[in-house]
Each structure stands twice: as C-alpha cells, then as structure tokens.
C-alpha cells in the first residue's frame, strides 16, 4: 500500500474545523428548542442538557486524545467508521423514549439526552483537536493551533445562526434535516483530509521530541480554561439577573467567550499582545465599575460587562497559546483545556446557584484573572521602584493610606458605599493607586480586592449577612427590600412583587400588575358573577401570591410553579399574601404545561397565565399546542387571562395568533394607573374566551377594553416553530 501525499491544503483542513464547530453550536439550542415541550422549562432540564453537552465534548477530546496513538491513516479509518456509525442517529432529534413510572429525572433525562445527540455530538466534538494533529502531520513543519481560530469562528457562526437565521426561518423539523445533511458534508469534508494522511508510521521528525509537560504545566492549562469558561457564565448571569433582563442577551458573553480564543490563536500575534497587555487595566477599572454600578444606563454597564470579559478571556487565552506544547502533544493540550472548561461551565452553572445567594462568582472570578494575567509594569520607573526592597515597603506603606483613605471616603458617602459623590473621587483614587501597581502582583491584587470590596462587594455581603433578604434559585436571584410600610420582591433586574405594610387590611391588598384596574384583577372579581360562588380559580406562576387576595370563601384556588424558592417565599418568607388570604390553596411544583396536561378536562372556569420572571418568556407557553392545553382545562364557558406585560417584547400579535388559531375571542387591557396609586404597576392584561356570553359580560365592566387582532403576516407560535425576532422592541 501506498502512501498518500503527505502534503494537504490548510484552507481544507480550516473548512472541516469549522464546519465541524459550526455544527456543534448549531445543535445545542436546537436540541434544547426541541425539548421544551416535552420536558418543560424545569432547571433540572437545562441543567442535565448541559452535563451532556460537557461530558460529551470531554468524551470526544479524550478519544482523539486517544487516537493519535495510532498510524495516521488508521486514525482517519476509526474515526471514518465513528462518524458512520453515528449516522443510525441521524436524523438529529429526540428520542420517543417517555419517563417510566417511578424514575428519577434527575437520572433518566440526561439519559435520554445522551440517547438522542450523544453519538453524533461525541463523533463531531472530536473534530477541532483531530483534524489540526491531523494537519501537523500532513504539513510537516507547519504550525497547526492558528486552525483553533477557525474552529472558534465556526462555533461563532454556529451560535449567532440559529437565533438569527435558522430558528426564525425553519421549523424545527426542517432544522433537524438541515443539521443532517450539513453531518453528511462533514464526513466527506473529514474523508478528503483522512485522504492526505501518510501510511503506516509518523516520521520522527513529527513525534514528540520535548519530554512529556510537567503536572503543574497541565494543572496550569486547566486553571487556564477555567477562569474564562466560569467568567463567561457568570457574567451571562449577571448581566441578565442585575443589569438587564433581555431574551437572547446570553447569546452576547458566549459569542466573545468563542472570538476571545480566534484573537488568542490567531497567527497575527498584534491584536493578542496589544489586548493581552491592557488587560490588566481593563479588569481594574471596570471590575470596580461593574461592582459599584457607576454607569447611568444598563446597556453602558452591559457593554462594560462584554469588554470585561472579552479582554480577560483573551489574555487568559494569549497566555494559554503561549505555553502551548508541540504539535505532537496538541491533543493532551485540548483535552485538559476542555477539562478546564467543564470544570468552570460546572462551577458557574451548577455549583454557585446553590452556593451563593448573589452572583458571587463573578467577583470571585475577577480576582482569580487578576492573579493569571500576564502583566507588564507600564514604566521603567515603575518597574524599578518595586524592585527595590526599600522602594517597595514604602510604595505599599503609602498604597494603603490612599486605600484607607478612599475607604474612608466612600463609606462617608451621601448615599453609603453606593453613594455618588465621595465614592467617585474614592474611585478614581484607589484606580491610581492601581495603576501604579499593574506588573507588581501581590499589590495589584490588593488593590483589586480593595476595589471590588468598596464598590458593591460590602454592600452585598451585607445582604448576605441578613436573614431572608436575598435567596437565589436556578431561576434568578430574589431581592427582599423593605421600606417605608411596604416590602418589595426583586427578580433580578424586575420588581416580582409588593405588599404594603401596617394592617392585616393592607396587607391582603393586590399590588404592582395585579390592582382591582388591571385586567386580571377584573377577571378575578368577575369570577363569582360568571360561575358562582364556588368558581375555580388556577394560576400559572405564584410569585408573592399577590392574585390571592381575590379568593373568596368558597372559592378553589390552585397555583402553578415551577421555582421551589418562590413557593418557600410565598409561603414561609416575609410576603403574607397566601397565608393571609388563601391558605388551603394547592402549590402545585413543576412545569407549568406538563402540570396542566395532567389536570382532568373541564377543571378550571378562570385560568391566570403570569409565568413571565423578569422579562424572560417561557416560549413553550404560548405556542398553539400549549393554548390547546388551556382550552381543554378550561370549562367551555372559562376565561383565560395572559400577561403580556414585557419590556424588551411585543407578545400581543403572538397571543393574537393563538387565539385566532384555537377558535377564541380576545381583547387587551393597558392600564396605566394614576399618579397617586404608586403602589400600582402598568399593566397588560389579554384575556380570552370561547363563550361569546363570557366575553360580552367581562367587556361591560366599564374598562377601556381593546379587540385583541390577529397580524396576517405573523403566525401562531407551534411547538415546530416559534422565533422571537420580529416581536423585539429596539
């Protein structure tokens, strides 16, 4: 046998990386839109998705970690063989396989996911490390890790295409065969490389010539992935827990976590450098910004937030591109950077949701960037006055009065460590002060931690410390204020909930969305009139338990959620509203839909669907077969009433859809209450009913109802297709 050219086109071996990156991100969402209605919207879902998704892109590292053991052609044979015997999954989706009585979820539904993707994910996550060892020896000589760049822009494209392109434009099964047929480009893309391998033996030029790095080089390679794996998903979290709850903002730290690694790896070395040796600046200035919230407007502290993390992740890669080993050893590199970043997605994602009761992660993960970073000092002068011993105890002798000082000043402040006018100038001091420090580590670090503390860190440590005022679920972080005679939920960046204070009267009196004036408080105090006394009343999303106070005495009331926390707050937590007002009422956990579809046929005349947590939209709640759901639950003369109320989305037309698609009548309210109510929220409320009677009664109460009508050019949302774009309010 001989052997095939050993030489190969690098645009061949970049376009396989790529294509295989591009799929990989294009399956994630997609599986995970797939599933919604069938497993629901509970954390344990997403949760269990993303332990696959990691252990599946580690399985596939590992095995091509494991494959270059052998002769290059064999290498392409076996992994040739893998990805045809991935093709019995194709087409991609997932399995038919139901829950079994008496399983564990937490066991069965990452079971079923690795059923469903788990051979042609493991076959495709094995491209990017395969395919450049592969390109090493086919062009001798060459330097293969630049290629990482263009794995890294395909895992780019792949993320930003299904949001933008594929979801908008494809139904789902039409996303399923597009992904299918893109595998099948792949083999043969994988094919024409494997064609260009030589025989039987590597030549000993493209063996491993350096002794096998240390353990401290490769726990060093793992931290390295780490930082920037956690940061990226700390800052997802906080950004859209304590600045701006906006659908489809993940999308944005995720897409710079990936460019960081194409700047990184890049074979130009100016951008990296150049940004690599800011970086230090960078997490200086704004980690304190970030912390003490200095920015007027959230976009600017988003964008502060995106820089951040850019600028950290691609020094943090630079140096990781720097302690790269040889091309022989280029797999084992990949596979503890992989493990570096399971080890930060699980930290970010699993452990400090249940850890902390803030997003204490990204602080955390500030300071530990601080400490990796290379640095440089900015002057020869500066460089030369922490080199000497007695120049340096007196620079840090003097740090810290300019620190104690600054200290001083911001807790003097008008308004507290947060306050404006001492805190600035305390800031721009202590930011000096850094300055001075960048390249002496140890007191960089000082300063940093001095700066996060001050501005914001104390502040929420504070919050910490006091009981019942802060708690945090997969869901979102929950905030408890309380102020002059009222208490106040806070959701992130969205006020969950209020209830006023002194009385046993003001405190079973409906707030914020829920007044007598909105539409659902409407609803509810129409309900004895349209099914009598002993009407029965569901609720999708318990919140405060603030609809409660509409209950009657005779009334069955029965809740829906899906977040644990908020049934321990609204029940056992400073809000009353359900112990006052409803306390026989049923919680019923789990996701809302799957929860319904269990309910007998008929079982509810009014149905309150308020399942919207802090701007985010439960899509699988508004899709044609969901409202099919809640017109079987319903008795044919029930109300449906929907909150639409949403900062970043018009859902009206998706509503409007639906119940053109179901046979129903709808119309909307907008209240807009009276300056002299502050307790009372703007509000849009669309209700909803089959029976001509029902709606004509609800439209005559005085209220400036409006005919709810449906947009020809937008259809209804089904569970094969829905998209979120043309409803965005810029």
């Known amino acids: 046998m001989t052997d095939a050219p050993a030489r190969g086109g690098r645009a061949l071996f970049a376009l396989t990386i790529l294509t295989g990156s591009f799929l990989l991100f294009l399956v994630q969402p997609m599986i995970a839109r797939i599933a919604l209605p069938r497993l629901g919207g509970a954390p344990a879902v997403w949760n269990s998705a993303m332990l696959v998704y990691q252990a599946l892109l580690l399985g596939g590292y590992g095995y091509a970690h494991w494959l270059t053991r052998l002769a290059p052609r064999r290498q392409g044979q076996v992994h040739l063989a893998v990805l045809a015997l991935a093709c019995l999954f194709l087409p991609i989706g997932l399995s038919d396989r139901v829950l079994p009585p008496g399983a564990e979820p937490a066991l069965w539904v990452p079971y079923l996911f690795a059923l469903s993707i788990g051979p042609l994910f493991f076959a495709v996550s094995a491209q990017a490390p395969l395919v450049q060892r592969w390109f090493a020896i086919a062009r001798p000589g060459a330097d293969p890790y630049p290629l990482y760049a263009a794995s890294n822009l395909g895992s780019f494209a792949g993320l930003l295409a299904f949001p933008l392109l594929v979801e908008p434009q494809l139904s789902v099964t039409q996303q399923r065969w597009l992904w299918s047929g893109g595998y099948l480009f792949l083999i043969l893309l994988v094919l024409l490389c494997a064609a260009r391998l030589p025989g039987r033996h590597v030549a000993a030029a493209e063996a491993p010539s350096d002794p096998a790095p240390a353990r401290s080089r490769v726990a060093l390679w793992i931290v390295m992935g780490f930082v920037p794996s956690g940061m990226m998903l700390a800052t997802s979290t906080f950004i859209s827990t304590d600045l701006l709850a906006m659908p489809l903002i993940w999308v944005l730290p995720l897409a710079l976590y990936l460019l960081s690694f194409s700047v990184a790896f890049a074979a130009n070395r100016l951008l990296a450098d150049t940004l690599t040796r800011i970086a230090p600046v960078t997490i200086l200035m704004f980690g304190g910004i970030m912390m003490g919230g200095f920015t007027p407007t959230p976009w600017l502290s988003v964008m502060l937030a995106l820089i951040l993390l850019f600028m950290l992740s ?50 955390i993960l500030i300071l530990a960037a601080g400490l990796l970073v290379p640095q440089l000092y900015l002057t020869h002068g500066l460089r030369e006055l922490w080199s000497r011993a007695g120049s340096r105890i007196a620079a840090l002798a003097v740090a810290g009065v300019l620190l104690l000082v600054a200290g001083v000043m911001a807790a003097i402040s008008p308004g507290g460590l947060n306050g404006s006018q001492y805190t600035l100038t305390s800031f721009i ?102 099914y009598g006394p002993s009407a029965r009343i569901g609720v999708v999303g318990l919140g405060t338990g603030t609809l409660a106070c509409y209950r009657e005495q005779r009334q069955r009331w029965r809740f829906y959620e899906i977040d644990p926390t908020m049934v321990d707050i609204a029940r056992r937590g400073r809000f009353t509203f359900l112990r006052r007002c409803a306390p026989d009422a049923a919680v019923i956990l789990g996701d809302a839909r799957l929860s319904l579809e269990r309910e007998p046929a008929g079982s509810l005349d009014v149905l309150a669907l308020d399942a919207f947590s802090s701007d985010a939209v439960p899509m699988h709640l508004l899709t044609r077969e969901a409202f099919a759901v809640y017109a079987r639950v319903l008795q044919p003369r029930g109300v449906l009433a929907v909150h639409i109320s949403n900062r970043f989305i018009n859902l009206a037309p998706v509503v409007a859809a639906a119940a053109t698609a179901g046979g ?50 937008l259809g209804a949302w089904t569970d094969d297709y829905a998209t979120i774009l043309p409803l965005l309010r810029f």
């Open 314 to 363: 691609v020094a943090l890669h630079t140096r990781l591109y720097r302690l790269r080993p040889e091309p022989a050893r280029l797999t084992g590199f990949y596979l503890a950077m992989s493990i570096g970043g399971a080890l930060g997605g699980v930290f970010a994602g699993l452990v400090a949701p249940v850890t902390f009761d803030w997003t204490w992660e990204y602080p």
């Open 429 to 530: 001091l202590i930011a000096g002060v850094g300055m001075v420090t960048i390249g002496a580590r140890l007191p960089y670090m000082l300063v940093l931690t001095a700066s996060l503390l001050l501005f914001g860190g104390l502040g929420s440590l504070m919050l910490t410390l006091e009981s019942g005022a802060r708690t945090r679920s997969y869901f979102g972080i929950y905030t408890v204020r309380a102020e002059a005679r009222q208490r106040v939920l806070i959701h992130g960046s969205t006020v969950h909930g209020l209830q006023l204070t002194g009385s046993p009267g003001r405190e079973r009196t409906p707030t914020t969305y829920y007044t007598p004036e909105s539409g659902v408080g409407r609803v509810m105090q129409a309900a004895t009139v349209l």
């Open 664 to 713: 129903w009548q709808a119309m909307v309210l907008n209240h807009r209450p009276s300056v002299l109510d502050p307790q009372a929220s703007a509000s849009a409320w669309v209700v909803l009913s089959r029976d001509p009677e029902t709606y004509a009664t609800i439209q005559m109460d005085g209220a400036r109802w409006r005919r709810l009508r449906a947009n020809p050019r």
